[in-house]
């Protein structure tokens, strides 16, 4: 049954019975879905979802501020489903399945970006859609086991485990579609990397020179030779530019700030990224966390300010050189460059998937002394936390009350400092 919800977006509520009828359904609807304390999320367009208040509350606050912009699949109101309302969700064909595990993914990913969304005029960002069409949608007519989404997620997470070329994920998926052709799955590898682009899995392409003198970004970005040797950015063929430019090397860059996000949209970490203040050793002799060193010691009396805050955060960098063909005959070197969050306990800072890739720079030689080169945009985006730090939700803060909403302030400061960096 499709529901009707043109109401939420009418601006004479006063006046309008469609508007008030339109609000009372949707408080029935979101009536079963109330937490243990009778709190719920509150769609209005100044809470934005980051706010719980209790049923009465929301229907003078979405009465009074209107209903939230780009807020078109309820899952917080029992549309999809409430985290707090225990373990099914309604379907797409009306019927009951298990609760998908991509739920909380979306839950937080969608409560990152809504802190960002001025009140204001209708929202025209739609991309999570695709996002929630795959959501809701059965792999397979009558398999309720698996979300469309939730089975291409683990495939991709498959495909880097065994290391499968993009053209054997292709010849998978053509397989799958010809042996189920049911089933409701992606065409391509290509596809896939989009969706999974817009879960904030994404990364930026940046062209080097083939001597790296220079990255092609910023200032050089439409330049097509290098302005430190003059070497062109593209690969020639008897001296000529190909019909499809191809550059000699591509950086990949992955945004620290989305991820530095996440980890505070997300109640679990949030509440973790606060361990270093508490957590020190007690014994003076023992050093079993960077906290308990006299760098962090050091540059926490050269940065007061920084340090007055718990939530600032604290990176360290390292990098190494690895040959990704496996094969040791080859001669290859790609580096890596990796941050730890450092506020994160020991036991959890340094596991695989609490450790976040920002750069992969491109062989086949290591980088040596022109690391810095491939380290900039690293670099600058450090630099831009630092001075302006970033504004986010902070889910530690949501207990049934208002959450806090850092801004104005340093919320994201990174450390770019000598000793608090691994090598």
């Not at 367009?45 to 009465?56: F, I, K, T, V």
């Not at 939530?311 to 990098?319: D, I, K, T, Y």
């Amino acid at each position: 049954m499709t529901i009707d919800k043109s109401w939420t977006t009418i601006r004479r509520r006063g006046s309008s019975n469609e508007f008030w009828n339109g609000l009372q359904h949707f408080l029935q609807m979101a009536k079963p879905f109330v937490n243990d304390r009778g709190f719920i999320k509150c769609p209005c367009r100044r809470c934005l979802n980051n706010a719980s208040h209790q049923l009465e509350d929301l229907e003078s606050h979405i009465f009074r501020n209107g209903f939230m912009f780009g807020y078109n699949q309820w899952m917080h109101h029992g549309e999809l489903a409430s985290a707090n309302a225990g373990t099914t969700v309604a379907g797409p064909s009306g019927g009951i399945h298990e609760r998908d595990e991509m739920f909380d993914v979306l839950d937080d990913i969608i409560s990152e970006d809504a802190d960002e969304d001025a009140v204001g005029g209708p929202s025209s960002n739609n991309q999570y859609d695709d996002l929630f069409a795959a959501l809701r949608s059965e792999l397979y007519p009558g398999v309720s086991s698996f979300s469309s989404l939730n089975f291409l997620v683990k495939l991709m997470h498959l495909k880097v485990l065994n290391k499968w070329t993009n053209k054997s994920f292709d010849e998978l998926l053509k397989l799958l579609k010809l042996a189920f052709p049911k089933i409701d799955l992606v065409e391509s590898h290509y596809e896939a990397k989009k969706l999974m682009t817009k879960m904030g899995l994404g990364y930026s392409s940046i062209h080097v020179c083939k001597n790296d003198c220079a990255l092609f970004w910023k200032e050089n970005s439409l330049k097509d030779t290098c302005p430190v040797c003059s070497e062109s950015r593209w690969k020639l063929q008897s001296g000529k530019r190909s019909g499809k430019n191809v550059p000699h090397k591509v950086l990949r860059y992955f945004p620290v700030g989305p991820r530095l996000k996440r980890l505070f949209a997300t109640s679990k970490t949030a509440k973790l990224m606060r361990w270093h203040s508490t957590g020190k050793s007690k014994d003076n002799d023992v050093m079993w966390h960077p906290v308990d060193g006299k760098s962090w010691q050091e540059f926490d009396k050269r940065h007061p300010q920084f340090a007055g805050d718990v939530r600032n955060v604290r990176l360290g960098l390292a990098a190494d050189g690895f040959n990704p063909f496996g094969n040791m005959s080859l001669s290859y070197s790609m580096w890596p460059v990796v941050l730890t969050t450092y506020n994160l306990p020991p036991w959890i800072c340094m596991k695989a998937e609490y450790l976040m890739l920002s750069l992969l720079i491109p062989g086949p030689q290591s980088p040596g002394k022109d690391i810095d080169v491939f380290l900039r945009p690293l670099i600058d985006e450090l630099k831009e936390l630092w001075v302006h730090g970033l504004d986010t939700r902070d889910a530690a803060y949501e207990n049934g009350v208002t959450p806090s909403l850092i801004g104005g302030r340093k919320a994201f400061s990174t450390s770019y400092h000598t000793g608090l960096l691994s090598s």
